[in-house]
């Protein structure tokens, strides 16, 4: 499994960006993709997912309304729209597959190298 996020930048406070992760090495059949994020100094914590299965997303509350996750099959591809971005979101976000199983209980094992997001103020 390969993953390959892109998309990250710089933006100003309420700008939007979209996150782009290609996904290669497995059958995009039932399969959860997850987007996380690391800031310096805080531990990673996870930022949405989506289920193929059934097209199921989650998203962490403090991203709910902001950010929306989507998949393209066609392309292998999962995208992480994210609007009203604010300088807390200021990150590395990696996405990471489970090839097996949807989100709930995903045992996130391929992970990306990162992009880096940077929200000023």
């Known amino acids: 499994v390969q993953l390959v996020e892109s998309g990250g930048g710089l933006v100003q406070a309420g700008g939007s960006l979209r996150l782009s992760c290609a996904a290669s090495?497995?059958?995009?059949?039932?399969?959860?993709i997850g987007w996380f994020r690391q800031a310096p100094g805080k531990e990673r914590e996870g930022v949405s997912c989506?289920?193929?299965?059934?097209?199921?997303?989650y998203y962490a509350d403090s991203v709910k309304g902001r950010f929306t996750i989507s998949s393209d099959n066609a392309k292998n591809t999962v995208y992480l729209q994210m609007n009203s971005l604010k300088p807390e979101d200021t990150a590395v976000y990696y996405c990471a597959a489970d090839p097996y199983r949807g989100c709930p209980g995903a045992d996130f094992g391929s992970w990306g190298q990162g992009t880096q997001v940077t929200v000023s103020s």
């Open positions: 090495g497995f059958t995009f059949d039932d399969y959860a």
């Open positions: 989506i289920s193929s299965s059934d097209g199921s997303t």
